[in-house]
Nanobody, 121 residues
Framework: QVQLQESGPGLVKPSDTLSLNCTVS??????????WSWIRQAPGKEREWIGA???????YWSPALKSRTTISRDTNKNQYTLQLRLATPEEADVYSC?????????????WGKGTLVTVSS
């Protein structure tokens, strides 16, 4: 059974960096043809794909967020991370990690429970 768990601060100040970690169990993040994504969702809105890291370590970003986003991985810990710089109050969303054989939201079949991040001073 594949399980993902997000962790990180639930409160970030405006203009600070939002940092989250995703721990994967039940499948290696280096498993062939797998991609591990970050997705966020605001109340009443569609899920927004932020970016992903592939099984080879290649990183993909949403064009809208690329300039502020870093996604990295630690294969020894089977974890991957998100850093979103210059966070704004409008980015207070539920952030989730997810994965499977693609980078789009509709390709994700393994989901973390999600974590609410508030951006506020």
């Amino acid at each position: 059974q594949v399980q993902l768990q997000e962790s990180g601060p639930g409160l970030v100040k405006p203009s600070d960096t939002l940092s989250l970690n995703c721990t994967v169990s039940g499948k290696s993040i280096t498993a062939s043809a797998h991609y591990w994504s970050w997705i966020r969702q605001a109340p009443g809105k569609e899920r927004e794909w932020i970016g992903a890291v592939s099984y080879t370590g290649l990183v993909y970003w949403s064009p809208a967020l690329k300039s502020r986003t870093t996604i990295s991985r630690d294969t020894n810990k089977n974890q991957y991370t998100l850093q979103l710089r210059l966070a704004t109050p409008e980015e207070a969303d539920v952030y989730s990690c997810g994965g499977d054989r693609g980078t789009a939201v509709e390709k994700v079949s393994y989901w973390g429970k999600g974590t609410l991040v508030t951006v506020s001073s």
